[in-house]
């Protein structure tokens, strides 16, 4: 028992030390933050390989350490919503089990979990942006269209990349951990 919370513990630095890496290696950059890049793909590894509270651990700790990296803080609550809170709520994609699955409904639960872990940091980036940042809406958009549209615009294509990344990985790094 103890080995096996070494070896987790082991792998959630692992895994934020590497979505550090990929935050400094992103495929496009937003003008108010966020970008396109893999940095929730080792969050999710974490989450599936060993389950939620692992993920949503190595999550916390990936968004303080964005926080100590770049931080860019308007209000306290702003800073809860844009560091440590969205990177947990990836890790609740763990919580959806995988090898319960046959193998034809394998893919299909995993797009559906890694859905949930990016519609679950998406909504703490546009609650966000509603309230933090709707100044930059333009002249009569709502602040919630605004701030979908904007976080959306990263999110989706990040979501996407990280479900196509995880498919090759599903059997190698995922299924075959011993728990």
Excluded: C, T
Excluded at 138 to 151: F, V
């Amino acid at each position: 028992m103890r080995e096996k919370k070494v070896r987790i513990l082991a792998e959630i630095g692992m895994a934020v030390a590497l979505a550090v890496v990929f935050n400094f290696l992103p495929l496009w950059k937003m003008p108010q933050g966020g970008s396109v890049s893999l940095e929730m793909l080792p969050i999710l590894i974490i989450a599936f390989r060993w389950g939620g509270v692992p993920g949503m651990a190595a999550g916390l700790v990936y968004g303080l350490v964005q926080l100590a990296i770049n931080p860019y803080i308007v209000h306290p609550v702003q800073l809860i919503l844009d560091y440590p809170l969205p990177y947990m709520l990836v890790g609740i994609a763990g919580f959806i089990p995988l090898k319960a699955q046959v193998d034809s409904a394998r893919y299909a639960v995993l797009f559906f979990a890694v859905l949930l872990g990016g519609a679950a940091r998406f909504v703490s980036h546009l609650l966000s942006g509603v309230i933090f940042f709707s100044q930059y809406a333009p002249e009569g958009q709502s602040p919630w269209l605004y701030s979908a549209i904007y976080n959306g615009s990263y999110m989706i294509p990040s979501l996407i990349i990280s479900f196509l990344i995880i498919l090759p990985l599903l059997k190698k790094l995922i299924l075959n951990n011993k728990k």
